[in-house]
């Protein structure tokens, strides 16, 4: 069964509340609403949020500022998940509040690496042509 939810295209309403708990969680992050201790919210980009068919949950993919020390900002977030939600709380007026599981985003390590490989080929038939 996890399988087949797994390849099941987002809904309409998925992605659209998706992307509104995504602009308010970023505008909250910025403005430093959630008042996590020992963080800078400033510093966390929210790349994208993903929902859970009935809307309840919410996977939040984040990633500071400059990719540093991304464990430790998603094991702090998650910690303190209840102080974002509550703050997450007066911004939206939605039948249930999701709840919010922070994940690290990788896409961006992901595609840097995947752009290594492709200019290490273009460098390899370069040699050839010349040899």
Do not use: C, W
Not at 101 to 113: G, H, L, P, Q, R
């Amino acid at each position: 069964m996890n399988k087949q939810s797994s390849e099941r295209p987002y809904s309409q309403r998925q992605l659209r509340v998706g992307e509104l708990v995504k602009q308010n969680l970023g505008e909250l992050f910025l403005r430093n609403e959630a008042k996590i201790p020992s963080i800078n919210s400033k510093l966390i980009t929210v790349t994208e949020v993903r929902m859970t068919p009935d809307l309840k949950s919410a996977r939040v993919y984040v990633i500071p500022l400059g990719g540093a020390e991304i464990t430790e900002t998603v094991k702090i977030l998650t910690e303190y998940s209840h102080l974002v939600r509550k703050a997450l709380s007066k911004r939206l007026d939605i039948k249930f509040l999701p709840k919010l599981t922070f994940v690290e985003d990788n896409s961006f390590e992901y595609a840097e690496k995947i752009e290594r490989i492709i200019k290490k080929n273009k460098d390899n038939d370069k040699q050839k042509k010349y040899n």
